[in-house]
């Protein structure tokens, strides 16, 4: 199944609270994970924006909204209890608890304050987001962002020479930390018609390794097949190289990666279009920050008397 959106997780919370004791926020994780049976992949899953996994991140929203409803408090540091109120609520017994059913308390209503009714009745919001907490709304506007910018720069890179691409992968390369990050340990070699490969970076500083690069600026929706790969490998197989980076704005076909993971002799990488366009976006190359939005939380450490 897929993760519970973060008001699935509120019920759930007041049941497992219901018996007065004190649960640590790292025990409720584990149970409620077994409760809902995730999966180890979708434990995994971080969200967006961020470091934080994706799970917890909607379990602490639910937290948050239950405690200013006052159906949960926290006794100590990082541990909840459920409150006179949230007992009322159990003995209820509503078929959701989720942000509208909050809205009768009045806590609730003072944290979210008129925002919300203000912007529904100007229509500016579709009702299904308000089932998502905060951090979700922010992430999914975050993704909408990221693969619209990432479609512009590998628009963008179509709009130039194939020169400029060989250029730019170098580039790229070099921003990411090969040849020291610097430019003179990097070179383009695709004019020179060297033998199918476009050019050549050390990857470390003292240059004890090279990695060799095909690059090629080809049509977004064409593909990459074994046969491309094989002339590369015998490019490298000539140069003497043990690494290789291929590098397209197209796509590989299934054929062209499994004859790649079959290579012993060398190692080479592939990065299509999708990744060239994630990476580019990542290191800064052809792009540059517009706004910085800081997300902040709790510094559990700092706050932690044993350790003083």
Same mark, same amino acid.
């Given at each position: 199944?897929?993760?519970?959106? %973060?008001?699935?997780?509120?019920?759930?919370?007041?049941e497992m609270?219901?018996?007065?004791q004190?649960?640590?926020?790292?025990?409720?994780?584990?149970?409620?994970?077994e409760?809902f049976?995730l /999966?180890?992949?979708?434990?995994e899953?971080?969200?967006p924006?961020?470091?934080?996994?994706l799970?917890?991140?909607?379990?602490?929203?639910?937290?948050?909204?239950?405690?200013?409803?006052?159906l949960v408090?926290?006794? @100590?540091?990082a541990?909840?209890r459920?409150?006179?109120? !949230?007992?009322s609520?159990?003995?209820?017994?509503p078929?959701?608890? &989720?942000?509208?059913? /909050? +809205?009768?308390y009045?806590?609730?209503?003072?944290?979210?304050?008129n925002?919300?009714e203000?912007t529904?009745?100007?229509?500016?919001i579709?009702?299904?987001? /308000? &089932?998502?907490?905060?951090?979700d709304?922010?992430?999914?506007a975050?993704?909408?962002?990221?693969?619209?910018?990432?479609?512009?720069?590998?628009m963008?890179?179509?709009?130039?020479s194939? %020169?400029?691409?060989?250029?730019l992968?170098v580039d790229l390369?070099?921003?990411?930390?090969? !040849?020291g990050?610097?430019v003179?340990?990097s070179?383009?070699? !695709?004019?020179?018609g060297?033998?199918?490969? &476009?050019?050549?970076i *050390?990857?470390?500083?003292?240059?004890?390794?090279?990695? %060799?690069?095909?690059a090629?600026?080809?049509?977004?929706d064409?593909?990459?097949g074994?046969?491309?790969l094989q002339?590369?490998?015998?490019?490298?197989?000539?140069q003497?190289?043990a *690494?290789? $980076?291929?590098i397209t704005? @197209?796509?590989f076909?299934?054929?062209a990666?499994?004859?790649?993971?079959?290579?012993? $002799?060398? +190692?080479?990488? /592939?990065?299509d !279009? *999708?990744i060239l366009?994630?990476?580019?976006?990542?290191?800064n190359?052809g792009?540059?920050i517009?706004?910085? %939005?800081?997300l +902040?939380?709790?510094d559990?450490?700092y706050?932690?008397e044993?350790?003083?």
């Open positions: 199944m897929s993760i519970p959106k %973060y008001h699935e997780f509120m019920k759930p919370i007041l609270l219901k018996d007065n004190a649960y640590k926020r790292v025990e409720m994780y584990r149970i409620l994970s409760q049976n /999966l180890q992949e979708e434990m899953e971080i969200i924006s961020g470091k934080q996994l799970y917890k991140s909607r379990i602490g929203w639910a937290l948050t909204y239950l405690k200013k409803a006052k408090e926290s006794p @100590a540091r541990s909840f459920i409150t006179k109120l !949230g007992q609520v159990i003995l209820e017994n078929l959701v608890i &989720d942000r509208n059913y /909050l +809205k009768k009045e806590g609730f209503k003072k944290f979210i304050g925002v919300e203000d529904l009745i100007s229509g500016n579709d009702n299904d987001l /308000l &089932d998502e907490s905060p951090q709304l922010f992430d999914r975050y993704k909408t962002i990221s693969n619209t910018l990432a479609d512009d720069v590998l963008e890179v179509m709009n130039h194939p %020169y400029f691409f060989e250029k992968v390369l070099v921003s990411m930390g090969y !040849g990050s610097k003179e340990n070179q383009i070699l !695709g004019k020179s060297d033998e199918g490969v &476009d050019g050549v *050390k990857e470390d500083k003292l240059g004890f390794d090279k990695i %060799y690069i095909q090629k600026r080809w049509d977004i064409r593909t990459v074994r046969p491309e002339k590369f490998v015998g490019a490298l197989t000539g003497g190289a *690494k290789g $980076a291929f704005t @197209a796509r076909t299934k054929e990666k499994e004859y790649v993971s079959k290579q012993h $002799a060398c +190692k080479i990488v /592939l990065v !279009g *999708k366009a994630a990476l580019m976006i990542e290191h190359l792009v540059s517009e706004n910085t %939005y800081y +902040k939380r709790i559990t450490d706050f932690d044993e350790s003083i």
